[in-house]
């Protein structure tokens, strides 16, 4: 990948402070959106390390918001031009500040500088500072050894707190950079892969999933479901992917490139995991009140579970294709691009229709937006469920109480366009619920079962709302919202499920595949061969659901491996499935693990009990095998000759 302009002037600046002025701090771009339309992977993926995009960077030099601007108030804006080379230009900004001391600073520090330009209002100011070649920044350099100076000193003059970033908060803002820049490798390398093999211009009937919107995987332990469900969500959002993975490819190979897409898509949001239990509740799978800390006082705010967040995330998707709103981001997006914007400026105003009044956000919850109010109040916050439907004309907001504060909002979200004419893509996201018999299924999803039908989600003819217990929200689930689980056969089967559970999934079977250890052997022994033996034995002696499957012997290639396989996993699971009766344990594992002990020389007390003789009986113990005695015993595992 070829180095962003951003990067190549972060490498400029970077160098100047090291051998020139080591007091010469400047900000970096503190976060951006992995699911930002312009910049798939998120802006950092792209190299964009500045604010700005790919026709200009802007060099913050101060910590100050640009007054309502969504940029820092002072910095060097530079651009690429066509003659290999850069333009930059110092630029003094702050429409709609407040502050007058803050006025008064940025007026005194313009003044300093020959030939500075001022707008109409007097409230942008800036100075051409040269054009430099892309390989030898000397002109930006000598500009700023002359001038930085007075702009450092000036700003420590006015007394104004954080007014310039000091040593510490330069040196965390660069280590902050440097973990998101190589988180963001791996988004980008995914990227290019996609566009490389023209993934998205493959035929649409060939990429594009028709399976059921609510599946479970179910079979004994070790089949292999849980990486099934990995496979089986990547299908779900990208099958062309799937179609595109070269047939010569190995197993394990094939097995990388889908976990590493899986990984991706997780990040990106698109794929949730989750795994039910015994204290699994719906006010973490839905919705539910949760206590938290502020200014040290104990609040209790309506925390969405992980169904909702992933519901909500989907229904955006879907209303921002179905809307006809391609013209501008979706809701999420175009949020969380906000949220970047007040990241990189916790001082940004939003005006109200009375001058003076400006409001600012100082933060945001999973539910809502913590404000200030002109007057100082912070008591009030703003929905973001509120701020989607209206985002999307489908609430009309009253003008009353906290009501007067969400238009600012809504018109800061409806300026983050797309700066291509790009549609927005319907996307299909994927909720997997590992162990999904272990929860009480029907106290989790609640009155939510009902909507997981397909003719009773959003767009549908019989589509139903329901209004949420805590939040009286209403609430649907999209149709592009899949719902993939796992179940353990051994644990319990799947006629023991909820009657509605059952009505509304279907069911894949999971059995052991002997052919995916058909290599595996230790010293000669096959132990695909190994394995069916033991499943025949279970299957007699319990049922089907019980055998063992093939994962516990993939990758077993040693006698040391082969032992702790047999030591740490099947004797164990055996020990379960039979409840400590090792005499039905060796009929499935043979000599070489079970022996008979010897009990005739037993004696019981004098006391008396009619028919106590008849308690001597035979019993059995486990054989400890170590790697000196595992293929011995394997052996009289297959051995059935009882002579």
Known sequence: MNMHFHQKIHQFLLEYRDTHNNHFNFLVRQRTSVTDKNFPGGKFAHGLVFQGNNDYCFVALSDKSGGANATKSIGIVIKPTKSDTYTAMLEIVFPGEQDQKLIAFYKELASKFDGIKWDNKEERAWLHIGEFSIDTPTLLYNWLDKNYPIIRETALQSGIDKLIPDDKRFNNLQKKLEIKLKEASKQVDIFNYVKENNIENKEASKNTYTGPLNQILYGPPGTGKTYATKEMAVSIIDKGFINSLDSNLSKDDRRKSIIEKYNSLYE???????????????????????????????????????????????????????????????????????????????????????????????????????????????????????????????????????????????????????????????????????????????????????????????????????????????????????????????????????????????????????????????NGVKLSKVLKAINKRIELLIDRDHTIGHSYFVGVDTPEKLTNAFNNKIIPLLQEYFYGDYGKIGLVLGNGFVKEKDNRKLKFSTFKYEGKENFITPTYKLITVDESTILGAVAQLLETNES
């Open 268 to 522: 990106k949001g698109q794929i949730v995991f989750t795994t039910f239990h015994q204290s699994m509740s719906y006010e973490e799978f839905v919705e539910g009140i949760k206590p938290a800390t502020k200014n040290e006082n104990v609040i209790y705010d309506i925390e969405d579970g992980v169904f909702k967040q992933l519901s909500d995330l989907a229904k955006d998707n879907w209303e921002a294709v179905h809307n006809k709103s391609g013209e501008r981001l979706a809701f999420d997006d175009a949020f969380n691009q906000l949220k970047e914007d007040w990241e990189e400026d916790n001082e940004m105003k939003f005006p109200m229709k009375t001058d003076g009044n400006d409001f600012t956000i100082i933060g945001f919850t999973n539910k809502s937006i913590q404000f200030r109010k002109a007057s100082g109040g912070t008591g009030h916050t703003l929905s973001i469920n509120t701020l989607r439907e209206a985002f999307y004309d489908n609430r009309k907001i009253k003008s009353t109480g906290v009501g007067i504060y969400y238009p600012s909002i809504l018109n800061k979200l409806k300026t983050y366009n797309p700066t291509t004419d790009r549609s927005v893509n319907l996307n299909n996201y994927v909720l997997i619920i590992d162990e999904i018999n272990r929860g009480n299924v029907s106290a989790i999803f609640g009155e939510l079962i009902t909507l997981l039908e397909a003719d009773k989600r959003i767009g549908e003819k019989e589509g139903i709302k329901i209004k949420l217990p805590y939040s009286k929200l209403e609430f649907s689930v999209p149709p592009n919202l899949y719902i993939v689980g796992t179940m353990n056969t051994a644990d319990r089967s799947v006629e023991a499920l909820d009657t509605a559970l059952r009505r509304r999934f279907e069911f894949v079977e999971k059995m052991p595949d002997y052919k995916v250890i058909d290599h595996e052997e230790v």
